[in-house]
């Protein structure tokens, strides 16, 4: 079992923190499938509503937070039925805007995982305005039941009453839909690829800045983030912010980051490349690859 977590499990129930364990191996990095969850529920003997808020400990260890010290977990369920975990990150003498949410988190997680649609959002502290307007962004965002401990199950439209999102721009696709952006680049280095793809896959209806980030670590693995705008402009996540986020869950430090490329649409309105650098340059001592490619 990873460090991280043995503070958790010695608060959990007892049955719980027996079953679980064997789930944080390693590699685990947040995400527990739909027959891993019915298992706990066996073997705990808990309502998912119960198991669900239980869980939310093991979500917060995933946090790294060196400005607030204010540990949240966020559980993102999806309509397949397995659950993501999320958690806060803030980068160390950088603006808050760099910061992540937990609810972000989970959701960006979900997304990163092939979801299509989010039904229940479980977190340990209600959720701010910033992260009740992300998620208003979502497929049917006000019907999302928003999970609170020692309170009644909402949806998201008793906490966002009024709200203003996407099909106030005429999005008819919104966060989480299948985005499918043809980029052209030739390259045959695989890091490229793989940002190019996730471009691709990003949500931007507002700029069209189609973008992605693509951090490799000094042992070859990669992690990615894709935009992801908001009708409301500023609750939008940066790639950057997901790739790091990305990173957390799965318990890589990031001075071990070696590499970092951003891709960009050239149609875009907007570039993301000084917030993008500024992220960077505060968790690692490594150049930005800041490559603008046309859509086809």
């Known amino acids: 079992m990873q460090d991280r977590f043995l503070k958790s499990i010695a608060n959990l129930p007892e049955p719980l ?6 789930i944080l191996d390693k590699d685990f990095a947040g995400h527990i499938d739909a027959q891993q969850l019915d298992e706990l ?8 509503q119960a198991l669900l808020l239980a869980l939310l400990p093991i979500s917060a260890a995933l946090a790294r937070v060196p ?8 559980i993102a369920k999806g309509k397949s039925g397995d659950i993501y975990m999320g958690a806060n990150l ?15 988190s989970a959701i960006s997680h979900a997304w990163l995982s092939g979801e299509r649609q989010i039904e229940d959002v479980i977190v340990n502290f209600s959720p701010c305005g910033h992260c009740r307007q992300f998620m208003n962004e979502l497929v049917e965002g006000q019907k999302v039941n928003i999970h609170l401990p020692e309170q009644e199950i909402q949806p998201l439209s008793h906490y966002l009453p009024y709200a203003f999102g996407p099909s106030d721009l005429n999005i008819t696709e919104p966060l989480l839909t299948k985005q499918q952006h043809e980029l052209s680049l030739d390259s045959s280095d695989p890091m490229i690829i793989e940002a190019v793809d996730h471009a691709g896959l990003s949500y931007a209806p507002y700029t069209k800045n189609y973008a992605a ?11 990615c983030g894709r935009y992801a705008e908001n009708a409301a402009f500023n609750p939008s996540m940066l790639p950057m912010q997901m790739a790091l986020s990305t990173m957390a869950r799965h318990n890589r430090d990031f001075s071990d980051i070696n590499r970092a490329v951003l891709i960009e649409s050239s149609k875009g309105v907007v570039s993301l490349v000084g917030a993008t650098m500024d992220a960077l340059h505060a968790v690692a001592a490594v150049e930005l690859e800041h490559i603008v490619v046309e859509p086809e």
Request: hydrophobic fraction near 40%; glycine fraction near 6%; proline fraction near 4%.
């Open 213 to 223: 980030v693509v951090l490799e670590t000094k042992d070859g693995a990669t992690y």
């Open 67 to 74: 400005i607030s010290n204010f540990y949240v977990g966020a």
């Open 17 to 22: 923190a027996t079953a679980i364990v064997p």
């Open 41 to 48: 529920k066996t073997a705990t003997q808990m309502d998912e």
């Open 90 to 104: 803030e980068l160390p003498g950088e603006a808050l805007f760099h910061s992540v949410h937990a609810e972000q």
